[in-house]
């Protein structure tokens, strides 16, 4: 393969501007969006019922599903911060869990302005992933070079990404924008000039440029992580190609800003953790899980699992059975194209290391996506930064979307680059549209499955637990607060039999008033309450309760052995009356009580005695 530039790369010297591209390409980024949108709908729910959105149940209803629930209705009752339905009376908050998603939760929050429900938030936050991502793409790889056809089909490769739809139960990682942004930022420090760098100049662009690089740390730690190991392997680039020093110090101010952004972010986490001390039953990591969720090479160049085609499809499951640590990994499929430009860059680092002369940009891919790649990979460098400095940083898997972005750029400079050594640019349009067209649709038929989430039976369970809330609500006065077992710490729980983690959410997700003794964060004064009194007997559990000011008692019969049947006949008994109502399928029970008095949980007998302890 000969890569040795054309004139027009060897005149390369940074990338356009990022806004004067979007000025003269609205009408396509336009188009693009809009098409994103609908194709993304359809590509969820089916043709051609997915040309209307669907915001009547959610995508995904179950798993971390429901924590995103939970946390929409949050948002939209105030904040994630602090919310006193949950964990009633004590309140429930996030803040135990340091984040750096204020740019998400921010977006659900101006979604729920205009929505009003939770799953509607949930739907319309995925489905508007896609128009963003595709505007940014296509913008970033206009800006460095490549011609509008290349640049509409990359992006939209881009955008269409299997990880898109696979990582929909982690939501705000569908919100992957800002990886292009971060190649746009490292190509300015990497091929910088005078006038543009990431300080300098006056005062107002000083000021731009500091908002932009905080606003990359606003959508996720590990995104924010990734680039700016991009931005360091930018600096050292640089340096190397032009002799200057200064390079490194632009790229080392970027990572400064990104990293004040994420300590911003955290901020009210570590404030809370100094007023209220740390909580060691949260976000408990250790090193090892870097291996067990790091990246897989073979796993990003195999087909998805469930391709169109099912020779491919059961290439990747056959190897997947049996195989160790196959995990989340499983969603860094590159899709044909992207494993494509990942092997090309592996040529262009050899050529480049015998001598050959290169392309620049395809050079600066090579290294920011093998890099990338030395991190994520199993017992790689993220594994030692996991081991020597934080554990924390466990997810490596997902610096696939990196490594997609640069790996699909590459494949179509090298294609652009061929057909150019045949002609002109200006006489080779109908190539350049012929063939971005053909991988295109190759492209998506590759990433992409129809009917993605499993609509009915996500309906069905939605709308049983929905009509359950709803006709409880109605049987209680408005402010009831109900009491749920069995006893499940929030968040981060293991499967109690036949329950899943987060299935006792569906009482707050549902409700507009009613109060829940589940969803205090476990470890905290209000959850080590709860623990307590599931260990005491039934009938001292009813009396405390209904001191607290309860109005019933929730069961989910899951939770339990014996499928709860002798707690229900204990309760039948002391109670005196049936269960008040069950869910249509029984899986969940419903006591109504009479509470007796209403008191603060800090003055009912159970607190005094030390429950708490």
């Given at each position: 393969m000969n890569l040795t530039p054309n004139k027009s790369h060897q005149d390369f010297s940074g990338p356009l501007n990022f806004f004067t591209v979007?000025?003269?390409?609205?009408?396509?980024?336009?188009?693009?969006?809009?098409?994103?949108?609908?194709?993304a709908s359809v590509l969820v729910t089916g043709f051609p019922r997915g040309l209307v959105p669907n915001l009547a149940y959610?995508?995904?209803?179950?798993?971390?599903?429901?924590?995103?629930?939970?946390?929409?209705?949050?948002?939209?009752?105030?904040?994630?911060?602090?919310?006193s339905r949950n964990g009633f009376p004590f309140g429930s908050g996030f803040l135990d869990y340091p984040g750096s998603d204020f740019g998400n939760l921010l977006v659900l929050k101006l979604i729920g302005f205009f929505s009003g429900e939770t799953q509607s938030v949930f739907n319309l936050f995925f489905l508007l992933s896609f128009p963003v991502t595709f505007i940014t793409s296509f913008c970033v790889l206009k800006s460095i070079g490549l011609i509008r056809w290349y640049a509409l089909a990359a992006a939209a490769l881009f955008t269409f990404l299997p990880f898109h739809f696979q990582r929909i139960p982690h939501l705000f990682y569908t919100w992957y924008f800002v990886v292009p942004l971060f190649f746009y930022a490292a190509f300015f420090i990497a091929y910088k000039t005078n006038n543009e760098t990431v300080y300098g100049g006056n005062w107002k662009k000083n000021l731009f440029k500091f908002i932009f690089f905080i606003s990359l740390a606003l959508f996720g730690v590990y995104y924010a992580f990734f680039g700016a190991i991009v931005f360091a392997v930018a600096g050292l680039a640089g340096w190397g190609r032009s002799g200057d020093i200064s390079c490194i110090k632009q790229s080392a101010i970027a990572v400064a800003i990104v990293s004040f952004g994420v300590l911003i972010n955290v901020a009210p986490s570590i404030v809370y953790k100094c007023m209220n001390g740390s909580n060691p039953e949260v976000a408990r990591?250790?090193?090892?899980?870097a291996e067990i969720h790091g990246l897989k090479l073979i796993q990003m160049v195999i087909p998805r699992a469930d391709h169109r085609i099912k020779l491919f499809s059961k290439i990747t499951q056959k190897y997947q059975v049996g195989r160790p640590l196959v995990h989340e990994n499983a969603t860094a499929t590159l899709g044909i194209v992207g494993a494509s430009g990942f092997c090309f860059l592996g040529l262009v680092l050899l050529l480049k290391l015998s001598g050959r002369s290169v392309d620049s940009r395809l050079v600066f891919l090579s290294m920011?996506?093998?890099?990338?790649?030395?991190?994520?990979?199993?017992g790689g460098l993220g594994a030692i930064f996991s081991f020597f400095i934080s554990p924390l940083m466990r997810g490596w898997n997902r610096i696939s979307v990196f490594i997609g972005f640069g790996s699909i750029a590459a494949f179509f400079f090298i294609l652009q680059d061929r057909i150019e050594r045949f002609g002109s640019r200006s006489k080779s349009t109908g190539a350049f549209l012929v063939s971005a067209g053909i991988v295109l649709l190759l492209g998506l038929f590759d990433q992409t499955v129809t009917n993605s989430m499993p609509g009915d039976s996500t309906k069905s369970a939605y709308k049983l637990d929905k009509d359950f809330i709803e006709q409880i609500e109605r049987s209680v006065p408005k402010g009831s607060a109900i009491y749920q077992l069995p006893y499940i710490p929030f968040p981060e729980a293991p499967i109690l039999h036949r329950?899943?983690?987060?299935?006792?959410?569906?009482?707050?997700?549902?409700?507009?008033?009613?109060?829940?003794?589940?969803?205090g964060i476990r470890g905290r004064k209000g959850d080590l309450f709860y623990k307590a009194l599931s260990q005491k007997p039934t009938a001292e559990q009813i009396n405390t309760i209904r001191k607290m000011g309860f109005s019933g008692i929730y069961i989910d019969r899951r939770?339990?052995?014996?499928?709860?049947?002798?707690?229900?006949?204990?309760?039948?008994?002391?109670?005196?009356?049936?269960?008040t109502l069950k869910r249509a399928d029984g899986e969940v029970a419903f006591f109504r009580l009479e509470p007796?008095?209403?008191?603060?949980?800090?003055?009912?007998?159970?607190?005094?005695?030390?429950?708490?302890s």
């Open positions: 979007l000025r003269s390409e609205w009408r396509w980024c336009l188009f693009g969006a809009i098409v994103s949108f609908v194709l959610p995508y995904i209803y179950g798993g971390d599903g429901l924590s995103h629930l939970w946390m929409i209705r949050c948002i939209m009752e105030g904040w994630i911060f602090e919310n990591r250790s090193s090892a899980e920011i996506v093998y890099v990338l790649f030395l991190f994520g990979t199993i329950l899943d983690e987060y299935c006792l959410t569906a009482g707050f997700i549902h409700s507009k008033s009613l109060n829940w003794s589940y969803g939770g339990f052995a014996d499928n709860a049947d002798a707690l229900i006949n204990e309760l039948t008994a002391l109670l005196k009356a049936e269960p007796i008095l209403y008191a603060s949980a800090e003055n009912t007998p159970s607190m005094r005695n030390g429950f708490h």
